[in-house]
T-cell receptor, first 115, second 114 residues
Framework: GAVVSQHPSWVICKSGTSVKIECRSL??????MFWYRQFPKQSLMLMAT?????????EQGVEKDKFLINHASLTLSTLTVTSAHPEDSSFYIC???????????FGAGTRLSVL | QKEVEQDPGPLSVPEGAIVSLNCTYS??????FMWYRQYSRKGPELLMY????GNKEDGRFTAQVDKSSKYISLFIRDSQPSDSATYLC??????????????FGEGTQLTVNP
């Protein structure tokens, strides 16, 4: 149980294009989903927290207009990197918290390479 | 000072050894404690989850929490090469709603040599 699916696992795009990453909780409903960014050999950096049906809460320094988050249902959240640039290249990971629990289950991550 | 301190290693042990991984924290409001295992280029996988002080065992893994010392540990018995990964401690506060943000340690890189 507690499976979180993240898609795609790897995406390469041209500079200036937008990329959408999907995060789904497969066997539970997730009241809250989180988006992280991870640089090589570093820990996870929280980008934003999203609750179903409401606007995401972004961490300080994260551009809301560049990283669009939509949490349209209790099982799906999406992160869209708009007008991607090479400095946006990174490993993006989502997590989901089941309702009533203080645990996060993570997706497998998406490796984004912007050329 | 970081809220959670974890020695990043690297830690290298022979197969079959007992591994001890540790984190200290400063925020006394932390109530939930987790250990995640992360393989290279993968998302973290939840290994252990504890709420109160004491020990919790699951197979070869034992999680230990000492709230009075603000110290948590993960022990791995009979370590295997497949245990080679980065181990992240994480913790959060008691909140009224689910899904509170986690505070992570830096992660300890472990290599188990055959």
């Amino acid at each position: 149980g507690a499976v979180v699916s993240q898609h795609p696992s790897w995406v390469i795009c041209k500079s200036g294009t937008s990329v959408k990453i999907e995060c789904r909780s497969l066997d539970f409903q997730a009241t809250t989903m989180f988006w992280y960014r991870q640089f090589p050999k570093q820990s996870l950096m929280l980008m934003a927290t999203s609750n179903e049906g409401s606007k995401a809460t972004y961490e300080q320094g994260v551009e809301k207009d560049k990283f669009l988050i939509n949490h349209a249902s209790l099982t799906l959240s999406t992160l869209t990197v708009t007008s991607a640039h090479p400095e946006d290249s990174s490993f993006y990971i989502c997590s989901a918290a089941p309702w009533g629990k203080n645990i996060q289950y993570f997706g497998a991550g998406t490796r984004l390479s912007v050329l | 000072q970081k809220e959670v301190e974890q020695d990043p290693g690297p830690l290298s042990v022979p197969e079959g050894a007992i591994v001890s991984l540790n984190c200290t924290y400063s925020n006394s409001a932390f109530q939930y404690f987790m250990w995640y295992r992360q393989y290279s280029r993968k998302g973290p996988e939840l290994l252990m989850y504890t709420y109160s002080s004491g020990n919790k065992e699951d197979g070869r893994f034992t999680a230990q929490v000492d709230k009075s010392s603000k110290y948590i540990s993960l022990f791995i018995r009979d370590s295997q090469p497949s245990d080679s990964a980065t181990y992240l401690c994480a913790m959060n506060e008691e909140l009224e709603t689910s899904g509170s943000r986690l505070t992570f340690g830096e992660g300890t890189q472990l290599t188990v040599n055959p």
